[in-house]
């Protein structure tokens, strides 16, 4: 057979594996050509970063090129709507988070998609740590004083946060609704404008990402009052966890996974997250996340079942804190 | 001062350093190369051709550009990505002078004067305007980010949102000078153009407006696909009905002299001065300086003019002072970035996206602790605009060849290279269709003199008023004595207060037919 010929063939192949007429056979051989690997955020966003980091070392695994596609727009549901009806063959997948996988549910009443309905969880890929952040000459010192504060000034204070529905918006609700609060929320485009006003002290405080803030806090132009994980990050290791400092019960964490569309096959589903196991475990790729302040999950969490556990009981955290928008 | 030398020093000393390439085939003899040089022309090159397909702008350019610098180490990545950022925006002012079609609000004012000068046949000259005063903008706002970088970033923490919404405010009152025709409609278009801003979701509560649950709506209408709609599509319809087709052939034959003449370049060097010190101001400012720079610049142009009648006829200046001005404020715009870490726009945030890939992120102290990666970035800059200069002034006569194209040839590429372009923003058919639809609109509004151009920028002012409004009045409590108290929202209000009363009273000023020549048709 000459080129051309080959060429022909094995793209009629690609063209059957696409109209999903080989899902069987393919399981084996999987994968035999390049991976859609979406991502709902824009390039260089935080989970963006995590995504490449990831996908970079499971490409080797796996044998095949991962292409990253950045789909942004609504708060990263226009991209996980369009995950959701991609073909389940294993060759389009999402790298959802936090919001696009369990906060959206209560926060858009008509969302398209359901995060367990329309999903096969993957794997856990990584967590970056929220933050309680504050204008470096706000009064209260530590997170016993912050409580205080806002509690008896609660007509006064502002929390900023990166949008509706975005991490820092969310991760705010729980900590006010934990507290027993009701600030006024003063909506930024992104965490850029909000971190500006928070470092020119046009508002009081706000939830945030640890990957945005540590610069500036060890800057000195913002100050951190605790980290919503367990144990304290190593980027930070001054700033004392939640549980330490007085308020347990605010824990958050920004996680990101990766899933793909429902009724993908489930030896597929279990390449994919065994290459992330692997990933997980290598020495280059932990510097990176660690660099980043993020969590790596322990063994245990790295199961598609885990993240099925986790995405069920995130939506079941968020959906008595977050307010439809419509 | 010696120490700006110094880093001066340090940061070229970063451009221009040499790696030893030793290919095989040489047999063993190492040749010096300039990597980030070479990376820096490499960027300039690729963001001019593709910031040149219509309806592709600068944040399109570089979001989609910036995962080919992933691989280089984090120097020569960002020096790359500063010189496609340079490019694209150079390859959308060559858009908006050769075929009207700006891809962003910078380049609609680019468009004003810029392609009535194509068609009178001086769009040689029009394009070399743009690159020597995007070239001079660009070297006096690299020096002053050397030496004023951090004191000036106390401006740009100045800012808060009562003064952004007063920015703006002004901003709108410029959008009025624009026009070229009747004031009442260039209000109007203003205002259609702030209503069409609404459209997306609240910023406050999220819900969802105007938006008639189309999912590609929950943003708000992207700027590139309207201006494509009202600018390319309209002015090809126009252009493909009776009366534009002798206007074609005139632009066709009229094609004169390249370059600038002596009188051009003695007319323009005083607004290309003016321009460069607006833009490198309004530059600093996060959230929308840099958007109003341009216009202000036109404005500012326009209201010292001798003869103002002669903007929006081709008149070189117009062309000038905006683009020094975009160009000086694409380049203070990296102040906030380099001093605070903070991106200040969505190119910026990009820029630190691929810092971030790196490890590297940026802070209040990124200056100590990553000084060449600081100092060769704001020597790259300078370099950058000296590579669009290389690349752009022999490039001048191949896109006014372009010109001479049949234009029953030219008009279908143009459609197919627009809905590229608008396609690949956001890999969304339905902008396309968005695009076809508002140019129908467009045709509408040029055979009833309406400009298009204010309905632009009362698009892009608009989402930054409103969401800087709802902010001042929540951080206020509803208080609007704010405007007012505040002291730089105080001024700012009292200037666009002068220039409206200005504009709206004529009695006020005799000359006032100077400035917006009114029912000239």
Redesign the interface.
Known sequence: MNWYGRSLASGFLAVLAGLGFSSQVQAQTYPTRNITMIVPF?????T??IA?IVTGHMAQTLGQTII???????GG??AT?RAARAANDGYTLITGHMGTHAASVP?YP?L?YHPQKDFEPVGLLAGTPILILARKDFAPKDLKEFIAYVKANESKV?AAHA???SVSNVSCELLNSVLGVKP???????T??A???L??G??DYMCDQI??A???I????IKAYAVATPERNPSLPNVPTTAEAGLPAFQAQAWNAIFAPKGTPPDVVAKLNRAIVKALDDENVRK?LL??GSVIPPAADRTPAALGTLVKSEIAKWTPVVKP?? | MGDIFTNLGLGFGVVFQFVQWTPAFLGGISIPIPVNILLCLIGALVGTLVGVLPGIGTIATV?ML??IT?GLPPVGALIMLAGIYYGAQYGGSTTSILVNIPGEAGSVVTALDGFQMAKRGRAGPALAIAAIGSFFAGCVATVLIALLGAPLTRI???F??AEYFSLMVLGLIFAVVLAKGSVLKAIAMIVLGLLLSMVG????????RMAF?I??L??GLGFATLAMGLFGFAEIIRNLDAGGETDRKLVQEKVSGLMPTRRDLKETTPAILRGTVLGSILGIL??GGAVIASFAAYTLEKKVAKDPSKFGHGEIRGVAAPESANNAAAQTSFI?LLT?????NAV???M???M??H?I??????MQKQPDLVWGMIASMWVGNLMLLIINLPLVGIWVRLLRVPYRLMFPSIVVFCCIGIYSV??APTDVMIAGAFGLVGYWLIKHDFEPAPLLLGMVLGPLME?NL??AL??S?GDWSVFLTRPLSAVLMAIAAALLILAVLPSLRKKRDEVFVESEN
């Open positions: 824009a390039a260089g966003g935080p963006d970063v490449r990253i596609e950045n789909v942004v727009g609504a549901t226009t709507t926060l008509k398209a502002n949008g509706v529905g006024i929320g003063v909506p930024f485009n992104g850029g404008p971190m500006n006003a470092v020119a046009q508002v990957v945005n540590v610069p500036q060890n800057g000195g132009t990176r660099e980043l928008v419509n | 979001a910036l995962p992933f740009a923490l100045a808060g949102p979701s609240d910023i406050e509560t999220g819900a969802s649950n999912p590609e929950a943003d996060p959230g906030p605070l870490g903070i991106p200040p910026m945030a990009l630190v996206g691929a971030t890939i490890g992120v940026p802070g209040p102290q990124v956001n890999n969401e709802r902010r929540l951080i409590r």
